[in-house]
């Protein structure tokens, strides 16, 4: 059958069928406001991954990327704005951004054909470093580099750990940007194995976080929890028999650091793997933290007075149009609605109630006789203009 994308409560319970993909759709990964879901759809192989996104709910889907190439496992920015993931399209695997909108992405890695792939990338929380997994120097190890590009920096190198480590993948930053998770794979006598292991941002402190288990175990793909107290995982280690064809995965979760004691969150017949975890910030615009003016888009936001420019991002660097100013004039004044219709170039704008409004209140008489230009961008003289109308 396909693999879809599901949903369920923290616990295991409410599972929910979001997708009905194709072939396969896999790594599923939350929006930093929680309100949408990232993830890679392949039409006909695994070869032809395509970057989509979708409400929670599993609405609004909407296609990313559109390249012949392999684009996968995309990670967003934690300000909402962009996506990394992993694409073939210049010869290698390399580590591409682009904005959530869409547009031209931009190579970070830069590899040239034949030098290894760069993949699985995972965006810090202060959105400073990108995580990647990489065979660049012949076995896999995980790097570090800028969302600007740059050099890129070794984090883990599994040679020295053990003589029977010989990969490392699915990097995955805890939400306090304390750790970074991974999954270490380890060829055993017998078997293929995988153990996941933490390491601080700066390379050290590995410690090795999944408990015992048999022979043939795989502990796959961690996702941090909001809080950082909880890792998920999937795992075959309930079945871990090093002879199926097709091991059957479950998603776990333990808790780093207390004693050994995962719990089993699913139990179905099919592959249960890469699992994510839904943020819910206290304030919905996540970008506002980024900006010198927090404080002050959390109060515009509260007061009602602007809503953002999507669902989690109110955009500070963002211009206003003259017609978003007469929105946010009127809910800070409390301005009344008027029947009088004050200029005819602003019949297709969401904010014409808004903009009649203000110019009864005789804020404002538009760009010219009729026209009040909604579109245009307010100058700082203009908003000294309208401030003095509506203060004085």
Not at 185 to 196: D, F, H, K, L, Q
Request: proline fraction near 8%; hydrophobic fraction near 35%.
């Amino acid at each position: 059958g396909t693999l879809n994308i599901y949903a369920m409560n923290a616990n295991g319970s409410s599972v929910t069928k979001l997708t009905s993909s194709p072939f396969a759709d896999l790594d599923p990964t939350w929006s930093p406001g929680g309100t949408l879901i990232a993830f890679t759809r392949y039409t006909n192989s695994f070869q032809d991954g395509e970057i989509w996104v979708m409400r929670a709910d599993g609405t609004g889907l909407t296609r990313l990327t559109n390249h012949p190439a392999d684009d996968y496992g995309p990670t967003w920015s934690p300000d909402g704005s962009k996506l990394a993931f992993s694409s073939n399209r210049d010869g290698d695997y390399d580590i591409y951004v682009m904005p959530v909108g869409g547009g031209t992405p931009a190579n970070l890695t830069t590899g040239s054909s034949g030098a290894g792939a760069d993949v699985e990338p995972a965006w810090s929380p202060d959105g400073t470093r990108i995580a990647f997994a990489t065979n660049r120097n012949t076995h896999w190890e995980l790097f570090r580099v800028s969302p600007t590009g740059g050099s890129a920096v070794l984090l883990v190198n599994p040679d020295p750990i053990t003589d029977s480590a010989y990969g490392v993948a699915y990097p995955n930053w805890s939400a306090n940007g304390l750790n970074v998770a991974f999954e270490m794979i380890v060829a055993n006598p017998g078997a293929t194995e995988s153990r996941i292991f933490l390491v601080n941002p700066d390379g050290s402190g590995l410690t090795e976080s999944t408990g015992p288990s048999t022979l043939g175990t795989r502990d796959e793909a961690a996702a941090y929890s909001p809080d950082s107290l909880q890792i998920l995982f999937d795992s075959n280690r309930h079945d871990p028999d090093v002879n199926d064809a097709i091991p059957e995965y479950e998603i776990y979760s333990y808790m780093p650091g207390a004693a050994w004691n995962p719990v089993r969150l699913t139990n179905s017949p099919g592959i249960d793997v890469h699992p994510d975890w839904q943020p819910i910030p206290a304030f919905p615009l996540v970008d506002a933290r980024f900006s010198a003016f927090n404080s002050d888009i959390q109060w515009v936001f509260n007061e009602g007075i602007a809503t953002g420019c999507s669902s989690e991002r109110y955009c500070p660097d963002a211009y206003v149009t003259r017609e978003q100013m007469a929105s946010f004039l009127v809910r800070a004044l409390g301005l009344p609605s008027t029947a009088t219709d004050y200029f005819s170039d602003d019949e297709a704008s969401i904010h014409e109630p808004n903009i009649n409004a203000l110019a009864a209140a005789g804020i404002t008489s538009g760009c010219a006789p009729g026209l009040y230009c909604p579109t245009g961008l307010v100058t700082r003289g203009q908003m000294a203009a309208f401030l003095h109308r509506a203060l004085t």
